[in-house]
């Protein structure tokens, strides 16, 4: 896993890249004006920052995205403690270690 400090020299170095070839601009009154080297440093750290973020706590969101709904666990634990039939519990508990097996979380 990457550092901070590892991940702004990848964003430096990209937006760079982009900036030095292409130009990037903001638009401001119907006008394109180039950036700043103040908002490009800014651009840059918000760029690290998000990567970083998602490097440490992105596998969240995708559990949160994953994981079977309330009503499925609600479904399948009413029927496996009311009716004595497993199946959907079975399959819930099935489906909610899958995502843990596909998101895992990072490791230490």
Known sequence: MATLDEIKSSARAELQEIRDTEGIFKQV????????????EQMILDKA???FDQQENGYKTSR?????????????????????????????????????????????
């Open 29 to 40: 009154n119907k006008a394109r004006i180039a950036i700043t080297d103040e908002e490009f």
């Open 49 to 51: 920052y998000y990567e």
């Open 64 to 108: 949160q995205e994953g994981y079977p709904s309330m009503l499925e666990f609600i479904e399948a634990y009413t029927e496996k403690e009311i009716g004595e039939d497993s199946t959907k519990w079975d399959a819930y508990v099935i489906k909610y270690n899958q995502v843990r097996t596909d998101y895992p979380k990072p490791s230490e």
